[in-house]
């Protein structure tokens, strides 16, 4: 039960993050902005995407607020169903991507599409936001355990 707790702990943590900062953005820096951070670095550009990473497809918003709803589900029965028998580190990381995911869907269902703000400067890269970074954490720990357990 401890467990389940931590688990919805941290999907709940991510979710909050992620939605608070995008707001934060979206009021300090205002959508289709720029706001220097490190010079040449990083700066926070807010821009709103309704395709996926890279901005693919995004004239197919349906498909990926489809594809996150299944994520959702697989994810919330991959972290919170005792019938699954995932070591922490893999719940852990199954969590993270859980809140990530439902982080951009309140996105793509109440806005049209998600808000991404992280501009890396220094290499030719997708503007990115905060669930981003907890999906690729979690997906991360997944196969490192996933590599270790083989």
Same mark, same amino acid.
């Given at each position: 039960?401890?467990?389940?707790?931590?688990?919805?702990?941290?999907?709940?943590?991510?979710?909050?993050?992620?939605?608070?900062?995008?707001?934060?953005?979206?009021?300090?820096? /205002?959508?289709?902005?720029?706001?220097?951070?490190?010079?040449?670095?990083?700066?926070?550009?807010? !821009?709103?995407?309704?395709?996926?990473?890279?901005?693919?497809?995004?004239?197919?918003? !349906?498909?990926?607020?489809?594809? /996150?709803?299944?994520?959702?589900?697989?994810?919330?029965?991959?972290?919170?169903?005792?019938?699954?028998?995932?070591?922490?580190?893999?719940?852990? /990381?199954?969590?993270?991507?859980? /809140?990530?995911?439902?982080?951009?869907?309140?996105?793509?269902?109440?806005?049209?599409? !998600?808000?991404?703000?992280?501009?890396?400067?220094?290499?030719?890269?997708?503007?990115?936001?905060?669930?981003? !970074?907890?999906?690729?954490?979690?997906?991360?720990?997944?196969?490192?355990?996933?590599? $270790?357990? $083989?």
């Amino acid at each position: 039960m401890k467990r389940i707790f931590l688990y919805f702990s941290i999907f709940v943590i991510v979710v909050l993050l992620d939605q608070f900062t995008k707001r934060f953005m979206l009021e300090s820096v /205002g959508l289709n902005n720029s706001k220097p951070f490190i010079p040449n670095v990083m700066q926070f550009l807010v !821009v709103q995407n309704s395709g996926g990473a890279f901005s693919i497809f995004n004239q197919y918003p !349906v498909y990926f607020k489809i594809i /996150g709803v299944i994520n959702v589900f697989i994810f919330s029965y991959l972290t919170f169903c005792s019938v699954v028998k995932l070591s922490n580190f893999m719940k852990i /990381g199954c969590s993270l991507v859980l /809140g990530g995911t439902v982080g951009n869907l309140i996105d793509r269902f109440l806005l049209n599409g !998600v808000i991404d703000f992280l501009d890396l400067q220094f290499i030719n890269f997708a503007v990115f936001n905060l669930a981003d !970074v907890f999906i690729d954490l979690g997906v991360i720990l997944i196969l490192i355990e996933w590599i $270790r357990k $083989r």
